[in-house]
Each structure stands twice: as C-alpha cells, then as structure tokens.
C-alpha cells in the first residue's frame, strides 16, 4: 500500500504570510495530485505533478514534485482568508489520499 | 473540468431507514467512480470502486451489505446505505476519472448524510 503523510496537519496563520505544506511517501508515484476542499463541498482539483523535479505555478501557490518522485509541496505566498480550506495531496493507482492539511488564514 | 454531480447534496433519516445518493458524470462518460467516506477534518476514505456492469470492489472493513454499490450505467453510480443508523452519519462523496490525465478524479460535491 502507498501511504502519504502530509504535514502539518493543521496551520493558521495571518494574512501575508508564507506557508509551505508538505507531501512524503517512502513510495514512488508516477504522479501526484493535490486538492483543495471547503467545508461542505467535495475536493477540487488544483494541479497534476509527473515528472521528478517538475515545478508548476498557479498564482500564489508553487507545486513541486520530488526528484525521486517520493514526494511533493505546495508552497502558497501571501496567504489570503480566500486560501482558508483543506489540502490533500493524492496519488497511485487507488489514489490513496494523505490526511490533509488544515489552512486557516486570518483576515 | 469535468463535472461530477452528486444528489442530494444532504439528507436527514430515521434509524433504520435506507438512504440512496446518485453520482452522475454530466459531460464525460465515466467506467469506474469512487465513493469517499469523510469526518469533519479528516482526510478522505476510500471506501469502494464501482465499476459499470460489474460488482463494486470495496475497501477492507467496508461492509458491501451496508452499502450497496450499482453502476447501472456509464454516467451513474448509485450508493445505497441500508438500514441506516447514527453512526453511519457522514459526509459520502463521490469521484470519477474524465481519462484525459491518469490519476485525476473529479469530485461531486458531496452527500452529507445524518441519521437521527
């Protein structure tokens, strides 16, 4: 079984801050997915992640995918309360998803 | 993206009562769909794939009885929770692949069941 663990687990911070959410497996993915939800909604997709190294940008956020392809972060400058929701990082044939990282950004 | 409906987006019972949640893929035909158990702030559980034409593979510890799976066809999979009780209570979603890109899913929004 492909297990990820995602860190932290909870984080509140202020609004301008930089936060960095964390995705590890001792397992190789072919890709990665990482998801945003909101409470009372299903997960939406915010990017796919496949080649080692492979960087991809959506406004604020900075996905990276590990060289070895083990594991992954999601880097989000100037948080904003818009960005407030869960994360989850998602992978493998079954999608195993990690536990999620809870983000509260304060106004 | 694709779209993934779920339906009702929540529902209220009796103990005891059986409860059934439609996921539709609206612009995409969908041969295997996913449904996620979740608990507030908790990741999401996978807890059987349903595959059109054909018996639902569930999840270890996941009650196939309890929760019956149809995917009668390539654009809808029904989740059925049976003789309903308390803890059964839960938000159910649903995801399914759009096959553009291996490994995406797209998600209802989600079924937010109570059993009173």
Known sequence: ???????????????GENLTVYCNSSSVFSSLQWYRQEPGEGPVLLVTVVTGGEVKKLKRLTFQF???????????TAAQP?????????????????????????? | GAVVSQHPSWVI??????????????????TTMF????????????????????????EQGV??????INHASLTLSTLTVTS???????????????????GELFFGEGSRLTVL
């Open chain 1, 1 to 15: 079984t492909q297990l990820l663990e995602q860190s932290p687990q909870f984080l509140s911070i202020q609004e």
């Open chain 1, 66 to 76: 590990g060289d070895a392809r083990k594991d992954s972060s999601l880097h989000i």
């Open chain 1, 82 to 107: 818009g960005d407030t929701g869960l994360y989850l990082c998602a992978g493998g044939k079954r999608l195993t998803f990690g536990e999620g990282t809870q983000l509260t950004v304060n106004p």
């Open chain 2, 13 to 30: 019972c009796k103990s005891g009562t059986s409860v059934k949640i439609e996921c539709r893929s609206l612009d995409f035909q969908a």
């Open chain 2, 35 to 58: 449904w996620y158990r979740q608990f507030p702030k908790q990741s999401l559980m996978l807890m059987a794939t349903s595959n059109e034409g054909s018996k639902a593979t569930y």
């Open chain 2, 63 to 68: 009650e196939k009885d309890k929760f019956l």
């Open chain 2, 84 to 102: 309903a009780h308390p803890e059964d209570s839960s938000f159910y979603i649903c995801s399914a692949h759009s096959g553009s890109v291996v």
